[in-house]
């Protein structure tokens, strides 16, 4: 399992995220906006809320929202010209 280390919100329900490996690059969560445990993320403030959790090191918001650490992975590295390998 990948682990994430550090992560900032952009605009559009984007993060930004930097894996252990160096692996960085933004994420576009907008289509998951609004449907299901993501309709939380409409609250004002709550996507920023997002934080780095300490046992899974994914992403994850209160009330146990979390994605897949290797699934944000695969995504970033898909879009080479988005990732960066520090």
Same mark, same amino acid.
Do not use: Q
């Given at each position: 399992?990948?682990? !994430?280390?550090?992560?900032?919100?952009?605009?559009? %329900?984007?993060?930004?995220i930097?894996?252990?490996? +160096?692996?960085?690059?933004a994420?576009?969560?907008?289509?998951?906006? +609004?449907? +299901?445990?993501?309709?939380a993320?409409?609250r004002?403030g %709550?996507f920023? @809320?997002? %934080?780095?959790?300490?046992? @899974?090191?994914?992403i994850?918001?209160?009330g146990g !929202?979390d994605?897949?650490p290797? @699934?944000l992975?695969?995504? !970033?590295?898909? +879009?080479? @010209?988005?990732?960066?390998?520090?």
């Amino acid at each position: 399992m990948r682990k !994430i280390v550090e992560v900032k919100i952009e605009p559009g %329900f984007k993060v930004w995220i930097r894996f252990a490996d +160096g692996v960085s690059g933004a994420v576009d969560l907008s289509g998951m906006a +609004g449907k +299901g445990v993501f309709k939380a993320w409409d609250r004002p403030g %709550f996507f920023a @809320s997002v %934080f780095i959790d300490e046992e @899974s090191h994914t992403i994850a918001w209160p009330g146990g !929202i979390d994605l897949c650490p290797d @699934s944000l992975y695969d995504e !970033i590295c898909a +879009g080479s @010209s988005k990732a960066s390998n520090a």
